[in-house]
């Protein structure tokens, strides 16, 4: 969902760079849940302040600056049982990590390692030992997505 950039004022408040369609859609969560190196802990959500190009938020417990600071580069989630059901043809990013890529070919082109957005469209980053290709999340490239099997079909040859 996002990741805790620094310290924001003296009173326990942190920076959060968010990573969602709408930034402050994470106030919306009572609970978040922040960690690193695969060690999380649960976080009452107190309050929150929409900034530019970020958001402050104040955490139950976290009290002054060095206790925000001490979070710094904790990444930000969300329980998924809190989070709303995707729409048809909507997809979280953390479904798409780890897919296995396939052409029209029958061509494995790779593994979807991490998604960005680049404002026009997002783009999956798929990897293939050292290879890696930029696919962009469109309708007219991916034709395809199946969850249930892990793949993503798509319209792109193993050359591009």
């Known amino acids: 969902m996002g990741f805790v950039s620094g310290a924001f004022g003296i009173r326990g408040w942190i920076n959060v760079v968010a990573d969602t369609e709408f930034a402050d859609s994470l106030f919306d969560y009572d609970t978040w849940w922040l960690g690193r190196d695969g060690q999380w802990r649960a976080y009452v959500f107190e309050e929150g302040q929409v900034q ?15 206790m925000a600071f ?18 048809d043809d909507e997809y979280y990013w953390a479904d798409l990590v ?25 783009v999956l980053v798929v990897k293939d030992g050292d ?13 395809k997505v199946e969850l249930e099997a892990r793949t993503i079909t798509v319209d792109w040859g193993l050359d591009y």
């Open 52 to 66: 530019p190009k970020k958001l402050a938020a104040k955490l139950e417990g976290v009290d002054d600056r060095d």
């Open 70 to 87: 001490a979070l710094k580069g904790c990444q930000v989630a969300i329980p998924r049982s809190g989070m709303p059901a995707a729409g």
């Open 98 to 122: 780890g897919l296995a890529v396939v052409n029209t070919a029958g061509e494995a082109l790779g593994v979807v390692e991490r998604l960005f957005e680049t404002g026009a469209n997002d």
């Open 131 to 143: 290879t890696e290709r930029l696919l962009p999340f469109v309708a007219q490239v991916v034709l």
